[in-house]
Each structure stands twice: as structure tokens, then as C-alpha cells.
């Protein structure tokens, strides 16, 4: 069954290929117009994804009216299906074809300002294409960015691929991945992190987000309380013709001995950025959920 499942995986990841190779030719809006299609017809499915979006919009923002909440489910859907589409520029496209993607930047004085030799933690969202940030970033130097290992070995392989040709040096989320993590920020170096995941049971903490308790990572303040990094956090948020990039510092209180109060001042972070387009981050995390109380995601 296992080398099935590693036949349908190849044959998709192949199929993908072929579509992008098709694709490339489109521009940035084009594609974005493909993926609003396709978000629509995940709408239509309501699979799994799009109820919880639906339940994750509807918990957060329960003081809004229906048909705002509606609308921003909808928008949200759509942009994560966007995220799928531009991927094709990402994929295919000549590096400086994306460089003509970046409309505005702000803030990257601050990774260039460490003091020499100082590591910084970028805290990346899953907002606007978070992907696309990553190639900002590597622009302005080196990211090892800690990522979560597929369970298939080719689409392992195929999204590393995808990602060196960026520039990445990524790290996995095991063991060793968190060592190399270590050693870049104690050597000066830009690692990326998600911070909105779910973390692996155990992993994680509880803290407020949008004045809800949510299952927090807790990485960021243990990375912290190994290594003097700077913490900063970034987006790519979606503009006409390509991404405004923002970067800025984090509140003190992440550097907090306290986990729960240094996950607080990271997750207060990720709800500025949130706050500024809802639309365009990604609610298909289950992080209200908690073992042994009740499922809001039933």
C-alpha cells in the first residue's frame, strides 16, 4: 500500500510539474485569478479546510455580522487557493522575473542593523504567501527556515528542491533540524519559523489568541533561551501586481522566561499582522482545540 501511495504521489508531483511549465507564462493576477476559481469550487466541496476556516472566522471575529464573516470565509478560501497558484511563479519563473514581484518593503533596515555576529528569529504567518517571503528574504541574506517534513519521501524531496532553488537552507522539524537552527542563530544567521501552527501534542502551550486560549508553539522561547537572537516578524502581503513585504521588531515580552508569557507576546504579534487584511491569512488550523475539552471544530 505504502509504494502505491508513493506511485500516486510521484504521478501528482509530475502532473504539477507539467501544469507549471504550462502555467508560467501567466502573470502574477492571472494566476491569482485562477486560484479565486479554484477557491470557489473548494466553497462548493466545504471540505474540512473550509469549515474550519468557517468555524476559526466565526469564533474570532463573533462580534462582526454574518454576512461580514461569511464573505471573509469566503475570501480566505480564496487566497489560500491563490497561495497553490502563485506557486507556479515561484517554481518556474527566473529569480529576477520574482524580484519584479516586490512593490514595497518595510523594515528590512532591522535584519540589516544587527549587531555583528547576532542571529535573528524571523516569525513568519500564514499570511499573504509566506513562501514568497522567504525568497524576499533571502535576498537580504542567507534563511534557514525550520520546516514540517511531509510524511511522503517524494513530495519531501520535490518541495526541498522547490525551496533550494530559492536559496533556502531549510532545517526539518526533528531533532537535528532544531540543533541546525541553534547553530545558525549562534552564528550570527536568519532562521524562519512558523508560528502558528499546531504544534505536535506535548510541544505546545496555551495562550491567548484573539483573546481565546489557543495551542501555541513553544519553540521560539526555547530557541530563546539558548541563543541571543533577535525576534522580528515578517509578511508578503498581497498588493496589485505582486507583495508588499513588511518587516518589524517583536514586543520585548517574547524574550519572557515565563513560556505562556513569552507565546502571549509572540501570538499578540501574529494578530497585528492578521488585523490588517483578515481575508488574507490562512484560519485552516485547529488550534482551539484542546484534549479532553469540548471540539468547537465537530
Sequence with gaps: MAGRSEYAVGAGIAAARIACRLLAPLSIEALRRLGAVAG????????????????????????????????????????????????????????????????????????????????????????????FLGYYLNTVEPLAPLYERPKSPALNRALQQARRRLGHRPAPDSIGGLRQLVQVLRSGGLAAVLPDQVPTLGAGISAPFFEREAYTVALVAKLLAKTDAEVFIGSAMRVARGFAIRIESVDAAIRAADLRASATAMNAAVEAVVARDPAQYQWEYKRYRFPRQPNPYR
Design 40 to 131: 470557489d469550487a473548494m466553497l462548493r466541496l466545504d471540505g474540512r479546510g473550509v469549515r474550519t476556516t468557517r468555524t476559526n472566522v466565526d469564533l474570532v471575529y463573533s462580534g462582526r455580522d454574518a454576512a461580514w464573516r461569511r464573505q471573509t470565509t469566503r475570501d480566505s478560501v480564496c487566497h489560500t487557493a491563490m497561495l497553490a497558484a502563485e506557486a507556479v511563479a515561484l517554481w518556474t519563473w527566473p529569480l529576477t522575473r520574482l524580484d519584479g514581484l516586490v512593490q514595497d518593503v518595510q523594515g528590512e533596515h532591522l535584519l540589516r542593523g544587527r549587531a555583528p555576529g547576532r542571529g535573528g528569529i524571523l516569525l513568519a504567518p500564514h499570511f499573504g504567501n509566506w513562501e
